[in-house]
């Protein structure tokens, strides 16, 4: 059987690294071989940990071990003819060594390359959690929606194309002065593809692998939370949890804190309204750093008082889309809501949509910024909303 796998994810500086690890730790503690990787460029979970973690797995506690992906070894291994012959040909056009060397990679291609250490590791039967720390939102979602076109290429091109370059490699030299890629290169390229797609679909094997978006609640980082979950839905990949984080008690509504506390309790009740069904966790806000065993299991017991860290709690895309001809359909999870109006408004990208004290704001992709809501119908707890272009 697969480990279970929990991919922690969510805008710089809001605490995922923290979480992870004390998710990691918890599982741990609960029984589990549990292997908490960080593919993070920050390079902070050694810090977290308060432990010496390197680029393979080391043991840092009781059945639990952790990882600092190197990014540079990673595509070393899995580009390194690629960036050879890409690197020589822009050279051959006097491009200098180290900005050959930099233009060799592809945008994103670190965070791309350090998940297929993952794929490694649930196929080596050695773990039963294992705990992902990802970089930040934006080359999570570059990454998660790349193997899509990969299955295009693997499925219409790179079957084809030894036959194609075996005819023009020798009229690329004469001509046009260009070295073709030899089989070695086709052969990276192939493989990457390949597992890039077999990457993409564990991901989406809901019973087993989950993501988790992690937030404070500071308005930015939940807009952008918000987007996020909404790409997640459409890419197939299961959110089960919302990890609100720094969290200011009650304590402080009153005095200096006041107003930061009032800002931070609007915030929630978006948070509540936007990802509902999925549970949303809560963390307060620490008077000291979360560094070390003692206080990321503080953290841990915040988080998961009601829950076992490693479960799925969460099992249903909250949102699907489809299109078709001019026009769209949006599925919504609306489970505490019985039939009555519903009422649909549209701003540029956000949907609001109320059915009687329900409130929902639902960030749409930007294939629909030339559509509008036409139909809206209730039924056993989903709200199907249709769009019409134009």
């Known amino acids: 059987m697969r480990p279970r796998t929990i991919l922690y994810t969510g805008k710089g500086g809001v605490g995922k690294t923290s979480v992870a690890a004390a998710t990691a730790r918890r599982c741990a503690a609960a029984g589990a071989?549990?292997?908490?990787?960080?593919?993070?460029?920050?390079?902070?979970?050694?810090?977290?940990?308060?432990?010496?973690?390197?680029?393979?797995?080391?043991?840092?506690?009781?059945?639990?071990?952790?990882?600092?992906?190197?990014?540079?070894?990673?595509?070393?291994?899995?580009?390194?003819?690629?960036?050879?012959?890409?690197?020589?040909?822009?050279?051959?056009?006097?491009?200098?060594?180290?900005?050959?060397?930099e233009l060799t990679v592809p945008p994103g291609g670190d965070e791309l390359f350090s998940l297929l250490v993952l794929k490694a590791h649930v196929e080596s039967g050695e773990w039963d959690v294992i705990i992902v720390d990802c970089a930040p939102t934006g080359e999570t979602l570059r990454l998660l929606s790349f193997p899509d076109a990969a299955r295009w290429w693997l499925d219409k091109v790179l079957g084809k194309e030894q036959s194609m370059l075996n005819a023009a490699r020798p009229l690329a030299r004469m001509f046009l002065d260009v070295q073709l890629p030899d089989e070695k290169v086709i052969a990276e390229v192939q493989k990457l593809v390949g597992n890039l797609v077999a990457m993409h679909e564990l991901l989406r094997d809901a019973a087993r692998v989950s993501m988790r978006l992690v937030m404070t609640p500071d308005r930015m980082v939940v807009a952008e939370a918000m987007r996020t979950f909404t790409y997640l839905n459409l890419y197939g990949y299961l959110t089960d949890a919302v990890i609100v984080n720094r969290v200011f008690p009650d304590e402080l509504a009153e005095g200096y804190f006041g107003a930061w506390h009032a800002v931070q309790r609007e915030q929630l009740d978006l948070v509540g309204s936007g990802f509902s069904p999925v549970p949303i966790l809560h963390a307060p806000y620490y008077a000291q750093e979360v560094i070390g065993g003692e206080r990321l299991d503080e953290l841990a017991g915040a988080l998961f008082a009601q829950h076992d860290p490693a479960a799925v709690l969460h099992d249903r895309l909250a949102q699907e889309l489809s299109m078709n001809n001019g026009h769209a359909e949006l599925r919504l999870d609306l489970p505490f809501a019985a039939k009555g109006d519903v009422k649909l408004k549209k701003i540029g990208l956000e949907l609001i949509v109320r059915v009687d004290t329900h409130k929902r704001t639902i960030v749409?992709?930007?294939?629909?910024?030339?559509y509008k809501p036409t139909s809206a119908t209730l039924e056993e707890g989903s709200l199907t909303v249709g769009f019409e272009h134009g």
């Open 364 to 370: 749409l992709p930007g294939a629909l910024a030339g």
């Open 33 to 101: 071989r549990t292997l908490v990787i960080s593919t993070d460029p920050a390079h902070s979970i050694a810090d977290v940990l308060d432990a010496p973690v390197t680029g393979r797995p080391t043991e840092v506690g009781p059945r639990l071990h952790a990882q600092q992906v190197q990014a540079q070894d990673e595509m070393e291994l899995h580009w390194g003819a690629v960036s050879d012959w890409m690197g020589g040909l822009l050279m051959e056009r006097g491009t200098d060594r180290i900005a050959a060397e």
